[in-house]
Nanobody, 127 residues
Framework: AVQLVESGGGSVQAGGSLRLSCAAS????????MGWFRQAPGAEREGVAT???????SYADSVKGRFTISKDYAKNILYLQMDMLKPEDSAMYYC?????????????????????WGQGTQVTVSS
């Protein structure tokens, strides 16, 4: 069965860093479009970053210059390096992998509609 497992969340002070990991099993998820989403209580789920099979990336404006998405193709793992964290970054972070496409031409909407999902990891940033 396809499985995505997120880890690396926790509590940090503003300005700190965290690295999230998404370990995939059941298929070679790193050869498809993958990405990260987040959702805070009372807010809409929003796309954070995507990476396709050839390592082309896209970021939400709110995280550009602070977050970096990457893959370990040999280990089938997706990462999100988060630097200069702000309280407004606090949310549950979810990993997604596209079930059909190796490119992220559909953007966040396409990935959300066709993606496999993990259970999430909590990130809390204090002032």
């Amino acid at each position: 069965a396809v499985q995505l497992v997120e880890s690396g969340g926790g509590s940090v002070q503003a300005g700190g860093s965290l690295r999230l990991s998404c370990a995939a099993s059941g298929y070679n998820a790193v050869n498809y479009c993958m990405g990260w989403f987040r959702q805070a209580p009372g807010a809409e789920r929003e796309g954070v970053a995507t990476m396709d099979y050839a390592s082309a990336t896209s970021y939400a404006d709110s995280v550009k210059g602070r977050f970096t998405i990457s893959k370990d193709y040999a280990k089938n793992i997706l990462y999100l390096q988060m630097d200069m964290l702000k309280p407004e970054d606090s949310a549950m972070y979810y990993c997604a992998a596209h079930s059909l496409n190796n490119r992220c031409t559909g953007g966040f909407i396409g990935l959300q509609h066709h993606g496999h999902w993990g259970q999430g990891t909590q990130v809390t940033v204090s002032s």
